[in-house]
């Protein structure tokens, strides 16, 4: 109800403050059984870290996990697994001054006007650091996947005016490029001209936005349910509801404004590689209809917005005063927030996938009648 | 949990298929106390009616809802508001022969595999006509509003190729065009030009898409919750969750990608007319920061792909036989769906803002302590 | 959220007044492929049809029922079912009367102080006629408890100071005795006493309350979850959430407080019959152990309160004017609410029932590693 | 879903092992703004804490309470509050032998059944550990009351055989009385004789059950939700749901099942003490009527079971060889739940009436019609 809990059956409910004592998850609804250990969540975390780069943000923060239940000789049992990372290098000195005067795209604004009260030293809860807890549940999420055969990979396909080739990149061209840079774009020339980009932008004490595409590899036909809770409304909500992002899509997206049926549609066929199943040679759809899966690859994109912290002045307002002011931000700040959003999207769209794999479990047919 | 019911407080499930004896939609969790009658009901819904013009399907629907409970000598009581729409004009035979080759860009396919039973009649409960339930509940979500003087409006700006001249279009034009043409666009040469596209690609028995803008106006700041519910978030979820959906925007949407910080922040400053309330000159954000609402208009687009129905042939697979075959779709469709979204939309954002407003009403601060 | 849906995964939304146009109830999360017709759903609406009997109320209603949604070709299609009943014999005349001095022991009083306005026909929202649909939706519980072997029985065991001669009765006296007398009693002889008690209180102006039985066999071990949802914990809310109940009892139930550990546990052996299976000679716990079911017989007993309408004069308080005043009630009322109680009790624990069987399915073990 | 989390505003996660790391809760929605320190969340620990007296477990847990988040400068924000209790004083030996083996009366058997994985150490998810996170969210929730003048009181009416002379007791003894000794009980005679009871019978390794009663004062009329979620059905709920309950009463409970309506009924009369507001003598109801408050106190009791941890032999199953075979327990254990079960079951209840005050809250009557 109060925004902190996503999921329905496998459900995850993240807490903590950027310069509190720690953030934290609790994951409810993890099918006993799984082998899990706090390295596979390490890894993910890993991967989220601030300061991989000379691109990101220099704050240091070692983001060591602990599993502190629901886990047993190696195993999840089923009850809830609670996972904690202590905030270790806070520097909130930077923030006294902006108390009072909230800074322009971010929350500071809006959760003075809802709350009456924020804690507003690194951002406190709209703070990218509470994505920890969506990376460590994705990291169990992405296991309870593995078991079903289906993988998720994010990749930067656009930043600043650079864009990938979108054509020549394969889930394989993902999985082998997606780290070697630290833009992780698979097109690994535009990758080297986004990373200057960067560069130039963060002299300018600007900012830049970008594009990230998702792909989860290996859903069979018919994961999702109807009206509502679309699978591809599912992960529009989860993809949205992280920080900085502004716009959702699926397969062709908006290109389908200027498409006809007669190009938009994918037709079905009998699978070329001689099994019995039923595809479709192009992906327009995204690998979702009607909300449910078709068994082709679930394709998303999402838009990052620039990172609003900029060294730039801006115009605010005081708040206590309701006087005009000005304020130039120092804090520590990635000048891209694309790269580092990759895993958290891999997070939240594994976990959309694990819930509604969930979902369809519960609900299986009494029958098959056609 | 099996996607048919949306909201926390003001909660709204719908049921029904295209073909079945009705479709219908149960709203439980609104105010008591609220003046209501079937005449505002029924003005959304004849909004939404299938034949209202000759670029819209000729299924003929009167589509008269019969409110069943929660009112009491004109006001809601708190109960639970049941609404029915009969359906009448039903025409199940063309369906007949599709029963068993899935329609391409339809749900039919994944429903088959995820349910192995399916009501293929008129799309069963994948039809558009499920939306009659949403119409229903948005009007009853309007009223919420309207106490809290929050309007919602939608209208196309692409169709097809054509795009409406979006830099002129204001809120009070919308309100003023958007019923003076059949494709409900603000401007009124686009949208002649619209009509004239799809009369051309209907005669192809092709179809096209388009794109539909919502914009909210009189929200207060700090509506919404923060990490996974946001409001953007929920308002994606509720867009991409309406049939044909395919892309969800907030704001600038995906142009922030080439956007610099310095670009994209919009930038407080104390209310040029008078007020001592924070404002910004301009929205990039599309009225909503950190997942909660600023104030300033909240701004979704959506891109709606063209209507999978069309009249060409197309391959497919028979499932029994599980043999490629062909066919061609001769129902009743609109040859463009987002003339015809625009009120299921607008229902959808009303829904969306009545539940967090509502959400905010039940967490009131206890203090301000600024 | 505002409490008219019971059910996690099986959800249960029930909407309407006893004097409005019809109350109905929508079923979300049914599983596909389950036959299903009206006649089996009316078959448990006539057990619960007010008029069966001289010692019921007098109101006569044909409670027809009428499947809108949610079954194709004879079979659930795992969509929402939708079930309604017409309120015909309708007479809210004499409650015009009560409209503003509330009645003692019914809900008048605290609707008019949560809502503010209240339906006061017939008890609007708060009428006896709201559990038809709980009974429809039990109807189809049943169903899919069938399909795993459950079966769910409840039957008088106490009315006015009459009690059933407990030890002597098993479930197959139930089955044979419960519909034969109108109190619903298997012990034949006390029924005939119990009958006897309530045409001589109702002839005082008077009512009576009773003890009613529940029992579920067929449940294998392990159905259920721990901490807050625990199989006995939704059975308690299940059964109190009914009308008239004051007290909810599990295995041994208020019996416990004077037992010693030794007595109280049962113990744990080698099924006698020869199957290799755990199970207990005494079954004090109920069936439900730490929550979850032990594959006992899951026993409950509910305390069912006299019932608040008689026409003997009652003190109550006008709320136009605050004085104080008195009524008698002559509406048409049962005098004992046990016997009619019993197909509720019954709908509400197969509810519980086939929600947590499907939570099991959900999540069921990856191993077992025993 | 998963059985972990409670309520609906105010939500209430609870997570963690009795053997494991830590035990801990996290709880959404609580209103921000509200003034709250370790200390009081600490107070309300400290009376659940084991090794209190000579009469309970002698394991010795200092049981200190950490709060991570959701707390600035000394006031709630309004996002999740996470606090957190290491285990620190475990002894996991005594249940290595008892891993296969499930104990009579315990959770052991049907979680292998449910999970195929259980940790078996001190009960592990099934500990009466694990309520520590409900005392502590009780804490809170009992400060959420206060701003409304609501109050809440737990005492031991019965132990074993022995009774307090109940119509003595008053809200004003309970609170003067209840931490006077070690057993809770209001009517000290009482108490003395439920001391020696327990001696005597720990002496004997065997344990007794009781009868615990939870009386909230101040809430005024209207607070609760119709139809499901009765207040009484969410108050069964919650105490059926805390270990070793077998029972719950509202009001006069079982008792009603002998009365008459005109005995059972509460009349209303204006309030004898000068406010123009609607009272009644009697409190038969136990202060909730139609499933919302009254206005007068609610009152509840639980039927408590004597602790299963016995150390007389009893008769059970190798889970691995399938054999019949007897245990004893060794392990720390109280001889008698209720005095424990006092914090426990008040914070229960100080939980349901936080999140009914705040769905009441949420959806304010838009005007009284009266």
Known sequence: MSGNTFGTIFRVTTWGESHGAAVGVVIDGCPPGLPLGEAEVQKELDRRRPGQSDISTPRKEEDRVAILSGIFEGRTTGTPISMIVRNRDVDSLPYEKLRHTPRPGHADYPYDAKYGIRDHRGGGRASARETIGRVAAGAIARKVLAEHGIDVLAHVIALGGVRARESEITPALIKENI?????????LNAAEQMIELI???????????????????????????????????????????????????IGVGFRCAGMKGSEMNDAFE??????????????????????????APIVCRIAVKPTPSISLPQKTVDLRTMQETEITIKGRHDPAIPPRIVPVAEAMVAIVLADHLLRNTALKPHTKTL
Chains 1, 2, 3, 4 share one sequence.
């Open 270 to 295: 009998i699978s070329p590689n001689g099994e019995e199943v039923v595809v479709s040679e192009t992906n327009n759809a995204g690998g979702i209809l009607g909300g449910l899966s078709t068994g």
């Open 179 to 187: 780290e070697k840079t630290p833009v992780r774009c698979a097109d």
């Open 199 to 249: 560069r130039s932008v963060r002299e300018q004490g600007d900012s830049l936005g970008g594009i990230v595409e998702i792909v989860a590899t290996g859903a069979t036909a018919g994961i999702g349910e109807p009206v509502f809770d679309k699978l591809d409304a599912d992960l529009a909500k989860a993809l949205m509801g992280i920080g900085a992002v502004k716009g959702v899509e």
